[in-house]
């Protein structure tokens, strides 16, 4: 397993890679890997001749008040699991690296970005789209993968490779969970036990909304309504958005809609997280 | 000479010479082509293996009040012209090819593109980045050509190329000048015989301004003085800028820089005209 902290060395590579007909994955990390992204190199591994895994916390994501500088970094241990699940390349820059003196050029995705997590942190998908840019033109890939978990994410990367003619496929690949069902997630590390305990009533509250709107007992709006009122009497728990949204277009749903997700944000303690589940109805 | 309309056939024709080990030059034009553009086209045709051109009047790059839809559309001449320059590939989408229904993505560059041009023309720059970001993960070249009679557009480019790490050199040529000084540009053709005689007034003011520096008679902010004051003195022409500035940076100079560039925009009638000179003191 190769590791490379230089873009241009990256780039020199991987165009080897390509002109010799390998098709490339990337996984895109901020590092502190568990067993969500071991998945999703599992899938790169299992579709791509060379899988690449970047590790880069990415400054310009995080807003003045958020966790940039207290994010876990656990390089040493990253890169034995990327050892263990095949990866053939890490790429893995200092801020310097990519962010030179003076840089300022910013990639500004559209309107899907200013809506619920967008909303909450604002300049946050700014930040994304640029990085995860930069990340496509370093390591060239013909697909890279992304966890469903970070569901917005997912879909506003692939809308701006879209739009900015990006030539690669955006997978999103399943959550993981561990088995008490918290969405896996490198922040899950920061809760106490008492917290995680509370942390635990977002998924619940997300998988009986998707109950209620299955059993077609409760529109979109309804199933939102409740999810809100159940987030609302957990204690030591701030909800921060409960929505039930079109799976596509993150727009607020009508009745009719058939593929819906159900979005959550909350904060527990001094830790933010994110949650979400598809639901398709018939 | 080949000729596509569709990004993605574009991307499946370079990636073939791509790997082929093929060198590929991208001269991006608005089309009305004219001298200046035929010299880039030879340019590339010397350094690179497969010669692309793009013509697309870019909309997003025009403010509400300015020429988009009277912008020159010569596409006939165009191909003649290209063909006879050993034109490899014409890439000449529709504005629908190029934004699809819900395009929101866009490409904003740092504070070297809110001055000069950038401050006469708001959101200029980021039609200008997002376009040419685009053209580039479009053609994939290794080189792309931009004449240095847009020289603030060719100094963003370069800098948002190297910032989202394209792979690629962005090259500045030379500007070329009809006989009696005027630099070549798609827009003097709206000129009447009298608007043209008037609008030599420009480069005359420049040439003038890098005569001063150049004997040391005038520090870079006498010479920019003086080139305000010889503008304003000319009938039918209103100058928007006259500046003496840093080559590289466009930052305002100090009367110890040695690379120097003399920026120049005015309105001649309902056209707005630019030109520049780079001057080496020593």
Redesign the interface.
């Known amino acids: 397993m190769k590791r490379l902290a230089r873009?241009s060395a990256v780039?020199r590579l991987v165009?080897k890679h390509?002109?010799a007909?390998r098709r490339v994955g990337l996984v895109p990390t901020m590092g502190a890997l568990h067993e969500g992204h071991a998945s999703l190199v599992r899938r790169a591994r299992r579709e791509c001749d060379v899988v690449v895994v970047s590790i880069f916390v990415n400054p310009t994501q995080f807003g003045p008040r958020e966790d940039f500088s207290r994010y876990p970094r656990t390089l040493g241990n990253d890169l034995k699991l990327l050892r263990r699940e095949g990866c053939d390349l890490v790429f893995a820059p200092s801020v310097r690296d990519m962010y030179p003196e003076?840089?300022?050029?910013?990639?500004?995705?559209?309107?899907?970005a200013s809506e619920l997590e967008g909303a909450h942190r604002p300049g946050h998908f700014a930040g994304v789209?640029?990085v995860c840019?930069?990340l496509f033109?370093?390591c060239?890939p013909h697909r890279a993968y992304f966890g469903a978990k970070d569901y917005q994410q997912a879909l506003v990367v692939e809308?701006?490779a879209h739009?900015?003619?990006?030539?690669l496929r955006v997978v999103m690949c399943p959550t993981r969970r561990d088995l008490d069902g918290l969405a896996l997630s490198s922040r899950n590390r920061f809760l106490s036990a008492a917290e995680r305990e509370v942390a635990l009533a977002l998924p619940r509250a997300i998988r009986e909304a998707a109950r209620v709107l299955r059993s077609g007992r409760a529109t979109p709006r309804a199933a939102q309504r409740r999810g809100r009122a159940a987030l609302s009497r957990v204690k030591g728990l701030v909800p921060d958005y409960f929505e039930v949204r079109q799976a596509d277009t993150l727009l607020p749903c009508s009745p009719k809609d058939r593929r819906v997700v159900i979005l959550a944000a909350a904060r527990v303690g001094k830790t933010r997280l994110i949650d979400n589940l598809r639901v398709f109805l018939n």
């Open positions: 873009p780039q165009e390509r002109a007909g003076g840089f300022g050029t910013m990639v500004v995705p559209g309107p899907l789209a640029t840019v930069k033109t370093i060239k809308q701006v739009h900015l003619n990006l030539d």
